[in-house]
């Protein structure tokens, strides 16, 4: 069983930064895409950003330039470094994996924009 588990969210002001981690269990994190979600009040869930096995990445026009995605599969980890960051990027994070058989989220995380 592939389990996510996210964090480093909390509460930054606006142009601050923060990374988000998303540790997965199991053996098979190299085969596994993943992505970032996430979802604001009231808002649908949106793709943020997602890598391929192979490290490609691509990102949504809205955090292009400030928003890294990253995985380190030594560590069973991937991760969203996010920089000059704007109070609409206020919004619930969702680390989501997906590979043969397998299409899993985590919990969420909460990041905060404001001053």
């Known amino acids: 069983q592939v389990q996510l588990v996210e964090s480093g969210g909390g509460l930054v002001q606006p142009g601050g930064s923060l990374r988000l981690s998303c540790a997965v269990s199991?053996?098979?994190?190299?085969?596994?895409?993943i992505a970032w979600y996430r979802q604001a009040p009231g808002e649908q869930r949106e793709l943020v950003a997602d890598?391929?096995?192979?490290?490609?990445?691509t990102y949504a026009d809205s955090v292009k330039g400030r928003f890294t995605i990253s995985r380190e599969n030594i560590r069973n980890t991937a991760y969203l470094q996010m920089n000059s960051l704007k109070p609409e990027d206020t919004a619930v994070y969702y680390c989501?994996?997906?590979?043969?058989?397998?299409?899993?989220w985590g919990q969420g995380t909460q990041v905060t924009v404001s001053s």
């Open positions: 989501n994996a997906v590979g043969r058989s397998v299409n899993n």
């Open positions: 199991g053996s098979i994190f190299s085969l596994l895409a």
């Open positions: 890598i391929t096995r192979g490290g490609t990445a």
